[in-house]
């Protein structure tokens, strides 16, 4: 029986990828182009992967370049700038999710652990106004397995009972590395991994 959902966020809860296109695009528009764009199949391959994550790859593994943990925040600050002025707008919800979530959030344990930065999850989640539909809110610079593993300990939930819902390879991961199931949603890629791959959440 499941009794506690952990969502990932770009893509399961908020149809954002057009926009962290954007937001990269922004961050390192005095960069190569070719360079840039190598970086975005990067980013599109690993959705559950933090910005602070991809900004380093494009630094060491593209551009072949050491970067601070100073000046990784600072592109990660400005990152997020580019990301609280669009993404507050209720349009990006997806809506089948965004239903499921208010009608269930008292039947289910219901929380948010994504790659996305924390403070801005905080940020879009209440001007969105989900927040008080979830029982937490995570996301980087921690890592999603690192993320999901804090979820299940601080609430001594049973991993038989508890399911990520995700988009990505990297919550399947998360959720493999934590023994819990993994439900697919809006990656079809998932499928043959998915325990259930959610067309919709009637499955539920």
């Known amino acids: ?13 908020i149809d954002s990828m ?36 991809k900004i380093r790859y494009f630094y060491n593994d593209l551009l072949g370049q050491e970067i601070s943990e100073q000046e990784v925040k600072e592109y990660a600050d400005k990152f997020s700038e580019v990301m609280k002025i669009e993404l507050v ?14 009608n269930n959030s008292k039947k289910y344990n219901l929380h948010i652990v994504s790659g996305s930065d924390e403070l801005e999850l905080v940020f879009l989640c209440k001007e969105l106004e989900i927040s008080c539909y979830f029982k937490s809110i995570h996301g980087s610079p921690t890592s999603k397995e690192k ?11 049973v991993e038989s009972e508890t399911i990520l819902i995700g988009d990505s390879i990297n919550d399947y991961d998360a959720a493999k590395a934590n023994s819990i199931n993994f439900y697919g949603f809006n990656n079809i890629a998932l499928v043959g991994l998915s325990e259930q791959y959610l067309e919709n959440y009637k499955e539920l």
């Not at 209720?90 to 208010?102: A, C, M, R, V």
């Not at 979820?151 to 939930?157: P, T």
């Open 147 to 157: 993320l999901v593993r804090g979820v299940l300990q601080h609430n001594n939930y």
């Open 18 to 53: 057009n926009v962290r296109d954007y937001g990269f695009k922004e961050i390192f528009n005095k960069f190569d182009n070719n360079l840039v764009d190598r970086l975005l199949d990067y980013h599109r391959q690993n959705g559950g992967l933090s910005r602070y994550v």
């Open 89 to 102: 707008k209720k349009d990006y919800l997806i809506q089948n999710t965004l239903e499921f979530i208010k």
């Open 1 to 13: 029986m499941i009794k506690n959902i952990l969502f990932d966020f770009d893509g399961v809860v």
